[in-house]
């Protein structure tokens, strides 16, 4: 068994409800203020709100790439420690990867086309739910809620993610693999590790990958 496999999450899919509330809180945010930025990261008032829009806009053309002027993504840092990223669009890694760095969180960010992911041993893993190919389906089952990578980083919202840097120990990598899922109601899948403090992470080399 291979845990890369088992530790990808999907999006939530938006319901009748969220989708008409997203249409009225998009029109009530164009009604607000512009959204503040600062040079210490991107920061957007109302992160949920762009998360909604982009429900509401991809129930009706069904692309992964969200349009009128939305950015990739958000980075958001919240009253209780936690960081929420909204994204929007699966493009820029690299400024993703700087404003968690900014919200001081390491991370290594990749974003994959359909049926692929990162090839193995990128990095040595933190816990097993990385590289766990001794392990049986259901001790990996059992090990998932005692495993800080799961807790690290969970999808919560359609294209939204909540990191806990609590679980996050000093010099470890959030490794994030965010793969395109053809769908517009689960935009992406997402694979969350957490790479052992001093282990470097390898670039992503993408395979095919049939789950």
């Known amino acids: 068994m291979n845990a890369l496999t088992g530790m990808w999450q999907n999006v939530p899919a938006a319901s009748r409800d969220d989708l008409a509330g997203?249409?009225?809180?998009?029109?009530?945010?164009?009604?607000?203020?512009?959204?503040?930025?600062?040079?210490?990261?991107?920061?957007?008032?109302?992160?949920?709100?762009?998360?909604?829009?982009?429900?509401?806009?991809?129930?009706v053309t069904a692309p992964l790439v969200a349009g009128g002027g939305t950015p990739a993504y958000a980075v958001t840092e919240n009253p209780d420690g936690t960081i929420t990223v909204a994204l929007n669009e699966m493009r820029d890694p690299e400024g993703l990867r700087a404003d968690l760095l900014a919200a001081g969180v390491t991370a290594d960010v990749s974003f994959l086309a359909p049926h692929t992911r990162c090839a193995d041993s990128r990095f040595e893993g933190a816990d097993p739910s990385y590289g766990s190919r001794g392990h049986t389906e259901a001790q990996l089952r059992k090990g998932v809620e005692r495993w800080r990578s799961f807790a690290a980083a969970q999808v919560v919202d359609v294209r939204?993610?909540?990191?806990?840097?609590?679980?996050?120990?000093?010099?470890?990598?959030?490794?994030?693999?965010?793969?395109?899922?053809?769908?517009?109601?689960?935009?992406?899948?997402?694979?969350?590790?957490?790479?052992?403090?001093?282990?470097?992470?390898?670039?992503?080399?993408?395979?095919?990958?049939?789950?």
């Open 22 to 59: 997203a249409r009225r809180r998009l029109l009530d945010g164009m009604r607000a203020r512009p959204a503040l930025t600062t040079s210490r990261r991107r920061v957007v008032t109302a992160p949920r709100l762009l998360a909604a829009a982009g429900v509401a806009a991809a129930a």
């Open 160 to 211: 939204e993610i909540r990191i806990r840097p609590e679980f996050i120990r000093p010099g470890e990598t959030l490794v994030l693999e965010f793969r395109d899922n053809q769908d517009a109601r689960r935009p992406w899948r997402l694979g969350a590790w957490l790479a052992k403090a001093g282990s470097p992470v390898k670039p992503c080399a993408p395979v095919a990958d049939a789950g």
